[in-house]
């Protein structure tokens, strides 16, 4: 997994199998708001269309905060206001 000093989150094809949940722990910079964005691709290098990116912010519970999708290039993109005594998890779900 390859995490940018830009918020660029890759998730390379080897860790995506059918019915298997990714989970990416992230620490945010302490500022208001951020901008996350990420790629992820199917085994074999292709983009992984219609995946689904969960995202949940966690300090002594975990609190779902939504989710979004991949596009035609497997890209993702979601704006996160900060909680400073929080870290997040992104669980991606391949697409059927």
């Known amino acids: 997994m390859k995490v940018s000093n830009k918020n660029k989150i890759v998730i390379p094809g080897r860790c995506l199998c059918k019915n298997k949940i ?48 991949t596009d035609a290039k497997g890209d993702f993109s979601v704006a996160i206001k900060c909680n400073f005594n929080a870290y997040y998890e992104f669980n991606i779900y391949s697409s059927v």
């Open 22 to 69: 990714v989970h990416v722990k992230v620490i945010l910079k302490k500022v208001k708001s951020t901008l996350v964005k990420g790629t992820v691709k199917n085994p074999d290098g292709s983009p992984s269309v219609g995946a689904c990116i969960e995202i949940v912010e966690v300090t002594t519970i975990k609190k779902i905060l939504g989710c979004t999708f």
